[in-house]
């Protein structure tokens, strides 16, 4: 089965610093997808980034990027210059890939809580 | 920039009562989904859904739950009687079908339910 591991329930940060949340996860699917989405206060869930198990580079989006360790199972959120609107949860959650038995939902961790002070 | 849509954004209900939770997923999405989140804890899968019917369901969608997409746009959950432990938030989401390139799809969510069970 797959699971997602996040460690740090909370971060701090200052501000224009750049901050790293962890990722790790567990399955035994040789192909698979790790999405980071951001929660904020108002509740609404915000696609930030995906890295594809079989992609050769990391991943970034802006000021996001992912440090994917494919041999220590690792998708780490590296978030660059902080800004006060990055104080939210952080979740990292992982797809299976579309086939015969699986349906691409995906699975979540319990998620970190980033606080960027100014 | 198309984007999921849910109805209503909070309803209240008594233990025991019928509640239906209303989703417009993006238009040209194959695959829909429910997850529910409990007050500070983690996003849970429910329910994924395709070609009209279920394709896969987690153990909390029990036979109190049930899905549909009665008019082709329209995506629902039905509770059938609500419990106290029914209280989260719930969220729809929904993926294009990118063919081969399906497990890159990012999952949409909608802004969510937040389902309060008195």
């Known amino acids: 089965a797959q699971k997602i591991t996040q460690t740090q329930p909370g971060m701090f940060v200052q501000e224009k610093e750049a901050v790293t949340l962890d990722c790790t996860y567990d399955?035994?699917?040789?192909?698979?997808?790790l999405f980071w989405y951001k929660q904020p206060s108002s509740g609404e869930m915000i696609f930030l980034i995906y890295?594809?198990?079989?992609?050769?580079q990391n991943a970034t989006e802006g000021r996001y990027s992912l440090n994917f360790q494919k041999a220590r199972k690792s998708a780490n959120l590296v978030i660059s210059a902080s800004q006060l609107g990055d104080s939210a949860m952080y979740f990292c959650a992982m797809s299976d890939i579309f086939g015969s038995s699986n349906t691409g939902k995906l699975i979540f961790g319990q998620g970190t809580t980033l606080q960027v002070k100014p | 920039e198309p984007e999921v849509t849910q109805t209503p954004s909070h309803q209240v209900t008594q233990m025991g009562q019928e509640v239906i939770l209303r989703c417009v997923p993006i238009s040209n999405h194959l695959y829909f989904y429910w997850y529910r989140q409990i007050l500070g804890q983690k996003v849970e899968f429910l329910v994924s859904f395709y070609n009209n019917e279920i394709s896969e369901k987690s153990e909390i969608f029990d036979d109190q739950f049930s899905v549909e997409r009665p008019d082709g746009s329209n995506f629902t959950l039905k509770i059938r009687s609500t419990k106290l432990e029914d209280s989260a938030m719930y969220f729809c989401a929904s993926i294009g079908l990118a063919g081969a390139q399906a497990s890159t799809d990012t999952q949409y969510f909608g802004p969510g339910t937040r389902l309060t069970v008195l």
């Open positions: 890295q594809g198990s079989y992609d050769q």
């Open positions: 399955t035994s699917d040789p192909s698979y997808g």
